[in-house]
Structures are given as structure tokens and as C-alpha cells.
């Protein structure tokens, strides 16, 4: 008996120990100190000069792990606008005047700059918008540094993109991007307008304006002559007073669909040179033939990756029918390991959501998705008391049209669909406005590229997901928007071609 | 009795082409064309909204197989519209002739130079691919390769002025459309849209698959907004746009596309002043083509 017992004790305890965590990784937090002084308030960097907003309105940005308020921010006002419009084209006649090779300089300066104070910029970009440190720190701010590596590289060679000898900037480009990659947004703007020739003018999230403003600074120790770069901060009203603006040659937006079809009717007619990164509900294809292990990493990737605030987010699981249990099985108990709390802790999966109205419009959609009959299923994990959070959530018996596979709900929210035949993968992958990107898992390569070439997205992963390149072309097909951002093709919406 | 000739013309009922078929117009009505000197030419067909869907349906069902085709096999197709359209020269320069009020010599010149153009757009088939897309180095052990892939279905807003738009325009609007493997419907240039109907027959001769192109000769404002507004279209070309209504029109059929994010291709600002002639650069080729990248992991 007391023999038994001793073997059998070690036996329980280590069943006990496993559910208590045996794995459980301790507090590994980075210093918030790192993201260097941050200021109590903020006004617009117009012709390089931090300068006060012409309006007394100011907007404030917090951080959604702690709710606590980060700093003030100016609300753009038409005039600041303006301003901003009128530096920016006072400085295009040098800086287009200004031989590549120059231009490629200042833009390499800058990417050394970044990667310089990468830890920096990595720190304060989790703080301000939500996401893990280790993603900021291992996927955002490299990929910054990147694409200003990237275009810098363009900036002499122009005449050999392949939109004819001597390509012609536009003039100022009024840029709007999104919250979910505040840095990254920027660099994807900045970076080819720069190359090209063109000034610019861009307003940052109003939930995360830190990062650009702090970017402004990178601008200056880089030596950038005043004006090529503006930075107006603002909500939706200054976005519109840029799009708007009469003397903007060419706008860029990358966010949620209506608001882009919104600018893109705004602008008929009017000659400005538009390009669109809109929304997305990919399908995350996964074929019966798929190394399971790695497909379960692949999907909780795809949508679990920047707590889902990613417009090409595989938040379509389209599952062949035969492996489903198999799968769903794996991916519950990996969605059972995903750590979520603090972004700032580097063990961290899943950090807060980005605010207070997004996690609305999460909670509504999974609420429409149960009242619609689909079965929700979270791992039971422990949420911080302050803050947006949200527990990665799968939803099963989804039909094609329910709205959690609908629409785009920007946050950490699978809905899983089957398939018997590929025929029916690709008939319903395709079944949506969007056409940003998709998955396929299968081991079988001619599967691989009958699949992709029926697809109707601009990205492919294909036994991957969420990779980006500054090297690779990436945009949408249909209402995910128009034109390429990355790559030669990226060059072609900054140019007169 | 000096007016009555041995042997009578025998004259031809103007036709919509849609689907690959030869229908009259679902309104039952055609209006009168005439020449540049207001000599009555001949009725043409009175296309309608109603028409114009029909024809992006056809134009729809004809995606998968033209876009799926091979490139050699589409490049083969378009020289044989060259191959057809060399056969009845003649008939197309009366017909330029007659449209755009320019001498038999320069007719039959802009005759030619639209032959030579099905030619050049069957050369680009099948290095398009090669041009737009290619393999990008990306920082990682990836294959990772961007190919360009047609938009889907085109609607066009023919030429309605400028030199050589009655023919050679139309088949500057056309040809890259289709030889990116999209499918289109064209709204024929509403003063002179003979030129525009008889391609319908060259091209039905030519072994392009029924639905690829279509043509609907009518009011260019009937035509127009319904190809901009409709959902199941995914590219607008508005070369004719302002030209045929104004720039108000152009800017909204422009703000009509955006509802479903169609990508446009904006008219010149002063078409009348457009020579079609000049060689065309690849613009009207990328325009409706998508960038399509696909990833895979490289490793063993």
C-alpha cells in the first residue's frame, strides 16, 4: 500500500503541477522607461518644426493594457491642414530637384536611425497601441528599418522600375494609416513616397499617434530639410480635411473599407492619384493532406497575431471536413497555451485590445455570431482588471452567411467553415467582397498552385502566414482596394505613369 | 428616273454584339447615324440598360475560360482579329471614312495602324507576366513570386473624338483589356458606332470566345452608369467619358465605380485633342491587372 501510494503521489502531482502550469514561464517585463520621456502633450511637426495646433482641441491616447492616459494630442484643424499641405509643397520643389542618389541617403540615414533606436520605438509603439512586445520588437521595427532600407535603394533607380525613363514624382501625398500597425503604416507610406520624390503629409491613428511624432524627431537627427515630411495628428475629420485638400496630388489610405470607398468617391473627378489597402476576410485553407502541428501554429498565427487587428488576418478557417475533429482538437489545446496580458511582458501572445470602441465592435460581432447560431469556445484564462482585453475565441457551425464570416471583425476571433472537395475550398474562400489574402496547407505542391492561381487575393501564404517583406508586393484584389504596397510595384502609386 | 440604279446596295442591319450573338437591342428601337456631313448612314441598335447587363453577364460567363486560357493560346486569338480585320480593310476604312469625315487615304492609314495594334497586343500576351511579376527576394527562406492576374470584367466607355477614335480608339480600348485576360463591355462611341458594330463581326470570326467582348451601340448616358454602378464589374475605362457628357458625367461615373472600388482609368482632359495614332505605352495593359504574390516556406 504505502509502496503504491509513493508511486502513485508523483503520478498525481504531476498532473497537478501541468494544470497549475509546469511550463508557466515567469514575468518577463520590458521596462517602460525604454520608450524614452513621453510628453504631456503634443502639437503637429509641420515644415520640421514641433508646432501648436491652430485649434484648441485636443484629443488625448492611452494606453488600452492600463487605460491610463499617455499624453494629449492636437486635433488637426482645416487650417493646421493646410499648413501642413502648404510646407510640404514648398519643400517638393528641391527635394524632387534633389538627385536620387541624395534622396537614397537621407533615407538610408533614416533606416540606420530606426534600427538604432529600434528597442526605443518598440517599447512605445506596445505601450501605445496594445500589441506584445515581442511583436514590435521582433516583427514591426525590423520591417520598419526594412522598408526604408528597401525604397532608399529605389531612389537612384528609377528610370530602371519599368514605368519609363525619368518617372515624374506626383507632388505632396496626403497619407492616412491605421492603428493596428502604426510604424509599420508609416514606414509603408513614407518610405516609396520619399524614394520617389514626393513630400508628405501624414496623419496618424487617433489611438496611436506616439510613434510618428517620435518618428518626426528620427527626422531631424537625419536631416531631413524641413517640410518633406509632416506629421498632423487628428481623427477622422483631419483625415478627410487631408484627403480633401486641393493642392494633395496623391492619397494614400490603408484602412476599413467604407471609409476608403468614402475617399475614393470623395476624390472622383478630381485628378489625385489614390491607392486603397482596405479590409480582408481571408480564408485559411487547410486541406486533409496538411501537417496538422504546423498548420495549427499557421492558423493560430494568422489570427491570433496582433490580437487579429490585421486586415489580411486568416480569420476564415475553411477545414476539409475529414480532418476537422483532428484539427480542431490540436488547435483548442495550442489556444490553451496563448498567454494574454500585459504587452509589455515578452512571454506575452496576445496583448490588449487597441481600444475602448473596437472591443465594442468585437463583442458585438461574437455576440451575432452565438445569437446566430454558431458555437463559441475560449480557453479559460485569466484577464487583466484594467484594460481591453479579449480571450482568442473560435467559433464552430459558422455558414457562409453568418456575420462572423462576413464581415471583418478585427480582432481575436476565428470562425472555422468546411469543405469536402477543393472546388468547394476555393468556391467559398472566394465567396466574399474582400480579396486581400489567404492560406493554403497541404503538402501536396500542385494542390498548392491549383489553389492559389483560383483564388481571388493579392497574397498567398501558402504552408505559411502573416509574412511581409518590404521586397514583395502586397495589396488587395475586388473591395480590399487598389494598387501595390512593397516591391517595384509599390513605386507605381507614387509616380506620373 | 436618273436616280433609280441597275442594281440596289444591299444595305446592313446594325446589330448589338453580346455573348458572341448578334442580338437587335431588347428596346426594339435604333436611331440614326450619319455621317460627318449629316448624310443619313444608317440605323444602329438602341442598346439599352437592360442590354448592357445582358452583356455583363455574358461577359462574366466568359471570364473563366478566356482569363484561364493559355497565353499563347489568347496572343494567337488576338492576331487572328488582326488576320480578320485585314480581310475587310476596305469596308472598315468607308466606315472610318464616313465616321470621322477624313479623305479614303488616311482612312484606310488609321485602318492599318488598328491592324498593326491587334498585332502588337497579341506579342504582349504572353510577356506581360513577365514584365509585371517575377520573383522578389524577400528577407527569409521563402519562394515568394508575384504574378499579375486579370481583373476580371471591363467596362469601357469607347473613344467618342480625337483622331482615329472610331476604329483605331476602339481597338486601343479593347485589345489590353483583353489581352490581359479580362472580359469587356463597351459602350460604342454614340455618334459613330459602325466601325464599333462591324468589329463585333470580325472579332465573332475570330475564334474569341463568345462573351469576351461585347458591344452595345446607344446613349452613352444610359450605357455608362450602369457599367460604373454594377456589381459584378471590376474595371471602368472612361477614355469616351467626358468626350460624350461632359467632365461632370466622368466624375460621376467615376464616383458611381467607387461604391464597388472598380479600378478607373480616367479619361485625357481634353480628348478632342487626342491623337490616336501615337503608340500606346503599357498603361492601358497593367491598368486591369492584379498583383497576386504567393508564399511558400523553402527547406527539406
Known amino acids: ?497 | 428616273m436618273s436616280d433609280i440604279s441597275l442594281r440596289l446596295d444591299v444595305l446592313k442591319t446594325y446589330k448589338l454584339y453580346v455573348g458572341g450573338k448578334f442580338p437587335r437591342s431588347e428596346s426594339g428601337r435604333v436611331y440614326e447615324v450619319t455621317d460627318s456631313k449629316g448624310q443619313w448612314l444608317g440605323n444602329a441598335p438602341l442598346g439599352t440598360r437592360k442590354d448592357t447587363r445582358d452583356a455583363v453577364l455574358a461577359a462574366r460567363a466568359a471570364v473563366k475560360g478566356w482569363s484561364g486560357a493559355t497565353a499563347y493560346n489568347r496572343g494567337q486569338v488576338l492576331y487572328r482579329v488582326a488576320e480578320m480585320l485585314q480581310g475587310r480593310r476596305e469596308q472598315f476604312a468607308a466606315e472610318v471614312a464616313a465616321a470621322e469625315g477624313v479623305g479614303a487615304k488616311k482612312a484606310a492609314a488609321l485602318v492599318d495602324t488598328a491592324i498593326d495594334r491587334w498585332v502588337w497586343y497579341a506579342g504582349w500576351t504572353d510577356k506581360i507576366a513577365q514584365i509585371a511579376g517575377g520573383a522578389n527576394p524577400v528577407a527569409g527562406p521563402f519562394f515568394n513570386l508575384s504574378t499579375p492576374e486579370p481583373s476580371g470584367v471591363i467596362g469601357v466607355v469607347a473613344p467618342q473624338t480625337g483622331y482615329g477614335h472610331s476604329l483605331l480608339g476602339l481597338v486601343e480600348v479593347i485589345a489590353p483589356a483583353i489581352a490581359a485576360g479580362n472580359t469587356v463591355v463597351v459602350a460604342a462611341a454614340a455618334d459613330a458606332p459602325m466601325p464599333a458594330l462591324s468589329l463585333g463581326e470580325v472579332l465573332a470570326t475570330s475564334d474569341l470566345p463568345g462573351g469576351v467582348v461585347n458591344i452595345i451601340s446607344g446613349k452613352t448616358a444610359d450605357i455608362a452608369p450602369t457599367l460604373a454602378t454594377h456589381q459584378d464589374v471590376n474595371g471602368l475605362d472612361l477614355a469616351g467619358a467626358i468626350a460624350a457628357e461632359g467632365p461632370g458625367a466622368a466624375a460621376a461615373l467615376e464616383a458611381g465605380a467607387a461604391d464597388t472600388l472598380k479600378r478607373v482609368i480616367r479619361p485625357a482632359l481634353d480628348p478632342s485633342t487626342q491623337d490616336w495614332t501615337q503608340a500606346p505605352g503599357t498603361e492601358r495593359l497593367l491598368s486591369f491587372l492584379e498583383t497576386k504574390t504567393v508564399w511558400h516556406p523553402m527547406g527539406i
Request: glycine content about 10%; charged content about 20%; hydrophobic content about 40%.
Open chain 1, 1 to 497: 500500500m504505502a509502496k503504491n501510494k509513493k508511486t502513485e503521489e508523483p503520478q498525481a502531482q504531476a498532473v497537478a503541477t501541468a494544470k497549475a502550469g509546469l511550463f508557466e514561464y515567469a514575468p518577463a517585463p520590458e521596462s517602460p522607461a525604454a520608450a524614452g520621456d513621453i510628453a504631456t502633450s503634443y502639437g503637429h511637426f509641420i515644415g520640421g518644426e514641433f508646432v501648436d495646433s491652430s485649434g484648441s482641441e485636443a484629443l488625448k491616447t492611452v494606453n488600452p493594457a492600463t487605460e491610463q492616459v499617455l499624453a494629449e494630442f492636437a486635433h488637426g484643424t482645416d487650417e493646421d491642414v493646410d499648413r501642413a499641405v502648404a510646407a510640404a509643397r514648398k519643400a517638393f520643389t528641391d527635394w524632387s530637384a534633389l538627385p536620387g542618389s541624395e534622396r537614397a541617403k537621407y533615407l538610408f540615414r533614416i533606416a540606420r536611425i530606426i534600427q538604432e533606436r529600434s528597442r526605443e520605438l518598440a517599447v512605445l509603439e506596445s505601450i501605445d497601441n496594445g500589441k506584445p512586445i515581442r511583436e514590435t520588437r521582433d516583427v514591426d521595427l525590423p520591417l520598419v528599418a526594412a522598408h526604408f532600407f528597401y525604397y532608399a535603394g529605389w531612389a537612384d533607380k528609377l528610370d530602371f522600375a519599368g514605368y519609363g525613363a525619368n518617372p515624374r514624382p506626383l507632388g505632396v501625398a496626403g497619407q492616412v494609416i491605421p492603428w493596428n500597425f502604426p510604424l509599420l503604416m508609416l514606414a509603408w507610406k513614407i518610405a516609396p513616397a520619399l524614394a520617389t520624390g514626393n513630400t508628405v503629409v501624414l496623419k496618424p491613428a487617433e489611438t496611436t499617434p506616439l510613434t510618428a511624432l517620435r518618428f518626426a524627431e528620427i527626422c531631424r537627427q537625419a536631416g531631413l530639410p524641413k517640410g518633406v515630411v509632416n506629421i498632423v495628428t487628428g481623427d477622422g475629420r483631419t483625415g478627410a480635411a487631408l484627403t480633401a485638400h486641393p493642392d494633395v496630388s496623391k492619397v494614400a489610405f490603408t484602412g476599413s473599407t467604407p471609409v476608403g470607398r468614402a475617399i475614393a468617391k470623395q476624390l472622383a473627378g478630381s485628378r489625385k492619384k489614390l491607392s486603397l489597402e482596405l479590409g480582408g476576410k481571408a480564408a485559411n485553407i487547410v486541406f486533409d493532406d496538411a501537417p496538422i502541428d504546423q498548420a495549427v501554429e499557421g492558423i493560430v498565427n494568422g489570427i491570433f497575431f496582433n490580437q487579429g487587428h490585421v486586415c489580411c488576418a486568416g480569420s476564415r478557417l475553411l477545414v476539409q471536413e475529414s480532418i476537422q475533429d483532428e484539427l480542431l482538437d490540436a488547435l483548442k489545446r495550442r489556444m490553451d497555451t496563448l498567454r494574454v496580458g500585459d504587452p509589455l511582458d515578452k512571454n506575452t501572445d496576445i496583448g490588449a485590445i487597441n481600444s475602448a470602441a473596437q472591443l465594442a465592435r468585437i463583442t458585438e460581432l461574437t455576440a451575432a455570431g452565438e445569437a446566430e447560431g454558431a458555437e463559441r469556445w475560449s480557453p479559460s484564462c485569466d484577464l487583466p482588471g484594467t484594460g481591453f482585453w479579449f480571450r482568442p475565441t473560435l467559433f464552430t457551425g459558422v455558414s457562409q452567411a453568418h456575420r462572423i464570416a462576413r464581415e471583418e471583425i478585427f480582432g481575436p476571433v476565428l470562425s472555422v467553415l468546411t469543405f469536402r472537395t477543393p472546388a468547394e475550398a476555393v468556391e467559398k474562400a472566394n465567396n466574399t467582397p474582400y480579396g486581400l489574402s489567404a492560406g493554403i496547407w497541404t503538402e501536396k505542391g500542385s494542390r498548392i498552385l491549383w489553389t492559389a492561381s483560383r483564388l481571388r487575393a493579392g497574397v498567398v501564404w501558402a504552408n505559411t502566414f502573416n509574412k511581409f517583406d518590404p521586397t514583395s508586393p502586397f495589396g488587395g484584389y475586388k473591395e480590399s482596394g487598389y494598387g501595390r504596397e512593397g516591391g517595384r510595384h509599390g513605386l507605381e502609386a507614387y509616380l506620373d505613369v
